[in-house]
């Protein structure tokens, strides 16, 4: 131990792990409490991005959650139209049909609900998003998805130009919330990098 506690204080390299790790530290928190400032609000379209689909059809827990709030805000009147956005888990199940059903079974009219099955990830959900709402002649949308997962999902709406743009996350926690904040922070770069680029270009 006190190898380890030399080595941070007099070693350059110690110190600059150390560094590194503390900003890491600071990028976890950033993530978490951006991801908590929510700013529902009447939308156009709610977008429901999609997750972790069971063989049988059931939603995980992450992804109940979302269609839960999305429930609870469809009846509170913030929106009137959802696009549910998924693709084919590795369990083989369509992610947006499961969405739909859920919705349907919890109240939500059948003609109420889209779906993009290209949203593989938050990038494609996001430009296929800009594409609907291109097509429907829509502007604002509420984004629903996890608390970690909002800022990205605010960087690439953003990016596709879609504004107004609220947030409202599911209320879910959960121990794998450890590995997935950081995770976004990883996400979060390397979205901010491809951005970045695009535009050098």
Same mark, same amino acid.
């Given at each position: ?26 990028? +976890? ?48 009147? #913030? ?11 590795? *369990? ?7 969405? %739909?059903? #859920? ?14 099955? *290209? ?28 608390? #970690?997962?909002?800022?990205? +999902? ?19 926690? +959960?121990? %794998? ?10 996400? #979060? ?11 050098? %270009?």
């Amino acid at each position: 131990m006190k190898l380890l506690a030399h080595f941070f204080q007099r070693s350059w390299a110690g110190r600059l792990i150390l560094g590194l790790l503390t900003l890491f530290l600071i990028a +976890c928190l950033t993530i978490v409490f951006a991801g908590l400032a929510d700013n529902p609000h009447q939308a156009d379209l709610a977008v429901v991005l999609g997750n972790k689909v069971f063989p049988d059809g059931t939603p995980s827990l992450q992804l109940k959650a979302r269609l839960d709030q999305t429930v609870t805000l469809y009846r509170q009147g #913030y929106f009137k139209q959802i696009l549910v956005s998924g693709a084919h888990g590795k *369990e083989g199940y369509d992610e947006p049909v499961a969405m %739909r059903h #859920y919705l349907e079974s919890n109240g939500v009219p059948h003609d109420a609900i889209f779906e993009d099955n *290209e949203g593989s990830n938050t990038w494609h959900t996001a430009q296929n998003t800009a594409q609907f709402l291109k097509a429907h002649h829509l502007t604002s949308v509420l984004v629903i998805s996890q608390y #970690y997962h909002m800022p990205r +999902c605010r960087l690439a709406f953003s990016k596709f130009g879609i504004e107004p743009l609220y947030t409202s996350h599911a209320p879910f926690w +959960c121990l %794998r919330d450890f590995y997935s904040v950081p995770r976004e922070v990883i996400g #979060y770069a390397a979205y901010t990098l491809r951005i970045v680029s695009s535009h050098i %270009r």
